[in-house]
């Protein structure tokens, strides 16, 4: 099934999803890959399915979702593997744009090198590239990335992305505990990311079953501090761990309003305290949330801070 969805996704409202490559050939084997381990590793962009046939099953399933009475907000190139080795990507993204709807692409960025693949990635109104390190022996630790793959190569092809790109462009970087989690390396990747200027950075932790077993997300407190480390160099950071469905939805309803929040970004103590005053009510939710082992309490740099529990996110939520 090339088009798939559309599904809720936390970045793109309702995205019908464009699996492009045929599963799971890629020029990574994430150690955290949802996926499994990469069964055909490579580099060279290859022609996979006709453009037009691409064309046609996403008009169709686009109309079908509007008879159902669903919104599509967004077309998403997200498929098993990575979309960028796609050598019709560009053509794809031009003929999708007679349906006017925005267009994402969300590569893990390895091609980002390439200057066709830049072009292609042009067309597209919203990018989302993965930079989980910028140090190289993390990066080949997590990514293992084909041999041909330099880091160097990689980041500078993002810089000069970055530069060009009139989209919104975005940034993904899963932590995995062990491996890309120390302040140094954080540091180091958030002042890479800060050259790139991205509209939001987003973190992520693995949620789902990933290739290796031994694959973990780090602490609450960790990922705590990678969000203030971020912050601290980065207009808008957010988590990306699932609970896509009700992320900043009003509910006037606290507990859910506050697990809302805190599922997106951690909240100061006096944000929260003032977040509670406006709904009229005291701290005895925030005890109980925490009793229920939903809400945990942190510290970073002298402050308290609230975030969501995160447990494993729903194993038939969208990828997006
Ligand atoms: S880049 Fe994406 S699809 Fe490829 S191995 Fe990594 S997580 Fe899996």
């Known amino acids: ?59 169709e399933k686009v109309k079908k979702a509007r008879e159902a009475g669903g919104p599509v907000d967004y077309l998403t190139f997200v498929p098993d593997g990575e979309p960028t080795l796609d050598v019709n990507l560009g053509r794809e993204i031009h003929l999708l744009r007679e349906l006017d709807i925005p267009i994402a692409v969300i590569t893990n960025s390895s091609l980002i090198v390439r200057s066709d693949v830049r072009k292609d990635l042009m067309g597209a109104n919203w990018v989302s590239l993965k930079m989980d390190a910028v140090d190289q022996g993390v990066w080949r630790r997590i990514i293992r990335p084909h041999r041909r793959l330099e880091l160097k190569s990689i980041l500078e092809g993002a810089l000069e ?6 989209g919104e462009l975005a940034t993904e970087t899963m932590l995995v505990a062990g491996l890309n989690d120390t302040d140094p390396l954080l540091s180091g990747t958030a002042d890479f990311l800060a050259c790139l200027q991205p509209a939001v950075a987003y973190l992520s932790i693995p949620t789902r079953p990933p290739a290796e077993a031994w694959v973990h997300a780090p602490a609450e407190d960790v990922i705590n501090r990678a969000y203030q480390i971020f912050s601290e160099r980065l207009n808008r950071v957010e988590y990306l761990i699932g609970y896509e469905g009700n992320a900043f939805a009003f509910t006037g309803d606290v507990e859910e309003d506050l697990l809302s929040i805190t599922s997106v970004h951690p909240m100061r103590e006096n944000a929260v305290n003032e977040f509670l005053a406006r709904a009229g009510t005291d701290r005895s ?13 942190t510290e970073y740099g002298g402050y308290k801070f609230y975030l969501r529990k995160l447990k494993k996110r729903n194993e038939n939520s969208s990828p997006l």
Not at 286 to 297: C, F, N
């Open 285 to 297: 939710v925030v005890h109980r949330l925490i009793s229920q082992d939903q809400l945990i309490e």
């Open 1 to 59: 099934m090339i088009p798939f969805g559309p599904v809720p996704s936390r970045r793109l409202g309702q995205s019908l999803g464009i699996n492009n490559i045929p599963p799971k050939i890629c020029s990574y084997s994430c150690v955290y890959c949802q996926l499994g381990r990469t069964l055909k590793m490579q580099v060279e962009r290859q022609p996979f399915y006709e453009p037009e046939e691409i064309l046609r099953a996403v008009k």
């Open 161 to 166: 992305f970055a530069k060009t790109f009139r």
